[in-house]
């Protein structure tokens, strides 16, 4: 799915939640400029999907006209389209990159990261035969994934797993370096992309 028919889905369903929302609002929700957002905004007015009100009259209002609650629904199935071949395709390549591993007996594994992405690890390395002996935490978050215990990267001993799955779909340059510079052998680290 294209990056301006996301952000077309995300701007109609803010809108059609019915609250105020401000230009500001949106652009941080959104993570872009001020001026991109009021773009977006004129754009999506342009082709009949929202209407813009005054009121009072230093105000705007945005509502959402029976052409965007369309367009809002063609979006929302092509997005779930979309994440479901995406879905198809990370369980694919996981598989792949796991398999030789686990024809060559490697059959412990950690995964970094606690996001969806890590769920799908999870179970792609379940469905291997691979034991998740623990779920590593970015962002310092303990307790515990599926039964695995969420621990700090300091603790993962690279010589207790067979490989390290970067459980991410953004760039993961940055995630190898730090699992490298803790010792984990390159070798070890798969991702999903």
Same mark, same amino acid.
């Given at each position: 799915?294209?990056?301006? $028919?996301?952000?077309?889905?995300?701007?109609?369903?803010?809108?059609?939640?019915?609250?105020?929302?401000?230009?500001?609002?949106? *652009?941080?929700?959104?993570?872009?400029?001020?001026?991109? $957002?009021?773009?977006?905004?004129?754009?999506?007015?342009?082709?009949?999907?929202?209407?813009?009100?005054?009121?009072?009259?230093?105000?705007?209002?945005? !509502?959402?006209?029976?052409?965007?609650?369309?367009?809002?629904?063609? !979006?929302?199935?092509?997005?779930?389209?979309?994440?479901?071949?995406?879905?198809?395709?990370?369980?694919?390549? !996981?598989?792949?990159?796991?398999?030789?591993?686990?024809?060559?007996?490697?059959?412990?594994?950690?995964?970094?990261?606690?996001?969806? $992405?890590?769920? !799908?690890?999870?179970?792609?390395?379940?469905? $291997?035969?691979?034991?998740?002996?623990?779920?590593?935490?970015?962002?310092?978050?303990?307790?515990?994934?599926?039964?695995?215990?969420?621990?700090?990267?300091?603790?993962?001993?690279?010589?207790?797993?067979?490989?390290?799955?970067? *459980?991410?779909? *953004?760039?993961?340059?940055? *995630?190898?370096?730090?699992?490298?510079?803790?010792?984990?052998?390159?070798?070890?680290?798969?991702?999903?992309?």
């Amino acid at each position: 799915m294209e990056k301006t $028919a996301q952000r077309d889905l995300e701007i109609l369903s803010t809108l059609a939640k019915d609250e105020p929302v401000t230009q500001r609002s949106l *652009a941080k929700r959104l993570g872009i400029a001020l001026g991109l $957002a009021n773009l977006y905004l004129k754009r999506l007015a342009r082709k009949g999907y929202i209407k813009v009100t005054t009121t009072p009259p230093n105000r705007l209002r945005y !509502l959402l006209t029976p052409k965007g609650i369309t367009e809002k629904t063609r !979006l929302t199935y092509e997005f779930m389209e979309y994440s479901l071949r995406l879905y198809r395709d990370v369980r694919h390549v !996981l598989r792949e990159a796991i398999r030789p591993l686990v024809q060559d007996g490697k059959r412990r594994g950690a995964i970094y990261g606690t996001s969806e $992405a890590a769920e !799908l690890a999870f179970m792609t390395m379940r469905e $291997a035969g691979v034991w998740v002996s623990a779920v590593i935490g970015e962002d310092g978050r303990q307790g515990s994934f599926f039964g695995a215990p969420i621990r700090p990267l300091a603790e993962l001993k690279h010589e207790d797993v067979d490989m390290v799955i970067i *459980a991410s779909f *953004a760039d993961s340059d940055g *995630a190898v370096n730090t699992l490298t510079a803790q010792g984990v052998p390159r070798d070890k680290i798969l991702m999903l992309r």
